[in-house]
């Protein structure tokens, strides 16, 4: 009983000391590259009609995090 109730607390201890060093953010933005390849290829083949994007592609991109 007293190794389980060990083991318990660092468990707990290890779970919210890496819960709180997750200081990172993110967010989404459009893939330019997946944009630009779709223009290409409008550019360069005729059947190939205008592209309109109901969803463009995203690309997930950490945000600097500014000085104070």
């Excluded at 205008?50 to 500014?66: A, F, G, L």
Aim: glycine share 2%.
């Amino acid at each position: 009983m007293k190794k389980l109730a060990i083991f318990a607390a660092l468990a707990l201890s290890f779970t919210m000391t890496g819960c709180t060093t997750l200081d990172k953010q993110y967010t989404y933005v459009v893939d330019q590259e997946q944009v630009t390849k779709a223009e290409n290829l409008k550019r360069q083949q005729r059947n190939v009609a205008h592209v309109v994007w109901v969803n463009p592609p995203m690309v997930k991109q950490e945000i600097s995090q500014q000085p104070k």
